[in-house]
C-alpha cells in the first residue's frame, strides 16, 4: 500500500520534474512539451508504479528483468508503456520482450539477433518491437552501450530484422565528462542516424542530474528516477 504521504510526495516530484523537463525546453528554444518523460522506476514497487499511472504517467523505465516482469505482470491493464533500459543478457530476452514494448539498450548485433527471434515468437505480427540502440559516449567499458563506430551497422540489423522497428539512439552521460560535451557528440550520431533512417527520431537522453543539457543537444526523452521517486538506495 501506498500511504497518503508518499502518495503526496510522488505527485510533488513528478510536478517538478514535468516543470524542469518544460523550464529545459524553453531554454534550448523547443516547444514546452515536445521532450517526452520517461520515470525510471526501478528499485520502487509495483503499487508506486500504479500511482505514477494515475498521475498521468505513461512511459515507465526498467532495468533489470528479474524485477521489471512481475512489475509488468501486476500493472497489465494500466495501458503503461514499459522501456527497458538496462544491460541485457540475450537469455533474458525472451522474457523481456513479453512486456517491454521499447528496447532501449541494444548494444550489439548478437541481442539483435535474439530481440527479433523472440518478438517473432511472442508478439502480434504487424507490432514489432522498438529498440534503440545504445550508444557507448565514454571508454570506460562495462556500462554498456556500443563504440560509435558501430552504431551504423547496429542500426541497419535492426531495420533489416523482422518484428523489430528502429527507434533511434539512446545514451548515458559519463561520469566524467561535461554532459554538454557528450551529448553533443549524440547530438550528431543521431543527425547520422536519422539521415540513414528517418524515422529513427527518437534521441533517449538525459537523467536527474543531466536533463537540461540533453534537451539542449536535441534529446526527445529524458529518463528520470530520482527527480520523480526521490532517493534510490544504490544496488550492485
Ligand atoms: C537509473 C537510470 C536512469 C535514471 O536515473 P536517475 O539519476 O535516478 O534519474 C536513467 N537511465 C538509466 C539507463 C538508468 O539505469
Known amino acids: 500500500m501506498v500511504t497518503d504521504s508518499r502518495r503526496g510526495e510522488i505527485a510533488a516530484g513528478l510536478e517538478a520534474a514535468r516543470v524542469r523537463v518544460a ?14 518523460l520517461v520515470v525510471v522506476t526501478k528499485t ?34 494500466l495501458g503503461l508503456v514499459w522501456h527497458f533500459i538496462g544491460q541485457l ?52 567499458p562495462g556500462r554498456g552501450g556500443a563504440a560509435p563506430e558501430q552504431v551504423a551497422d547496429i542500426a541497419s540489423e535492426i531495420v533489416a530484422s523482422p518484428n523489430l522497428a528502429l527507434g533511434g539512439l539512446m545514451a548515458v552521460a559519463p561520469l566524467h565528462e561535461d554532459p554538454n560535451r557528450a551529448f553533443g557528440r549524440l547530438a550528431e550520431l543521431a543527425r547520422a542516424t536519422v539521415a540513414d533512417h528517418p524515422s529513427a527520431r527518437t534521441v533517449s537522453a538525459g537523467m536527474s542530474g543531466d536533463l537540461e543539457a540533453a534537451v539542449r543537444h536535441g534529446a526527445t526523452q529524458v529518463r528520470l528516477g530520482s527527480a520523480v521517486l526521490g532517493y534510490r538506495p544504490p544496488v550492485g
Not at 500504479?50 to 512489475?71: F, S, Y
Request: aromatic share 2%; glycine share 6%; with cysteine.
Open 89 to 140: 543478457q540475450t537469455n533474458k530476452v525472451r522474457s523481456v520482450v513479453d512486456y517491454a514494448d521499447v528496447v532501449e539498450s541494444v548494444d550489439r548485433i548478437k541481442l539483435v539477433r535474439a530481440l527479433s527471434r523472440a518478438a517473432s515468437a511472442v508478439r502480434p505480427v504487424g507490432a514489432p518491437l522498438t529498440c534503440l540502440v545504445q550508444v557507448c559516449l565514454d571508454d570506460q
Open 23 to 36: 523550464e529545459a525546453e524553453r531554454a534550448a528554444g523547443r516547444a514546452v512539451g515536445s521532450v517526452e
Open 44 to 77: 520502487f514497487p509495483a503499487d508506486e508504479v500504479a500511482v505514477l499511472a494515475d498521475l498521468g504517467v505513461t512511459h515507465v523505465g526498467e532495468n533489470r528483468d528479474q524485477e521489471a516482469a512481475p512489475k509488468a505482470q501486476a500493472l497489465r491493464g
